[in-house]
């Protein structure tokens, strides 16, 4: 009779794959760290590019003086407050609008704005020189520039810039532009 015994086993190999490891466990900070960077790092670039890209892009576009921070020294203005101001109005000013072969125009009125005693008696004596000027300047903007926001600031600024050159430095303070119609 067989002795019952138990079957016999062979000893392990070498080319027996070994247990497997227990796999490394989640926590820790390393896995944390491109997120936290990210999160640190997105509003940081933001903030950079709208303070020192975009806004003074806006404001060089919109012709709008940079911040008092700013390393360049302003001229000091001329005290106008002592002096009465005076408006002359200039209207009914024509142009056809650039590119659109005469078939758009626009009617613009402005009123000009001065001091100093003689600044009306300026005005007469140079107005048809001022009508050819602001002609000028108005009709070489095309219908996509006057549709621009800030548009008007510009050419505001064009016009006094234009008109203090044929008037004389600082004699036009402001221009405004009540009536502005694109046809």
Known sequence: MPEDRPPATTPPTDDA????????????FKPWLPLVITTVFMP???????QFVILPQLQKGLGINAPAASPTVAKPKKDISKEKTISVSMNKLLVNVAGTMGARYLLVSMSIVGTGSDFKAKIDDHDAQLRDMASGVLGSKSLADLEKPGERNLIRNELISGFNNILGESTVQDIYLPEFAIQ
Do not use: D
């Open 17 to 28: 794959a070994p247990a497997p490891t227990p796999a490394p466990s989640g926590g820790g």
């Open 44 to 50: 940081v670039l933001a903030f950079g590019m709208t």
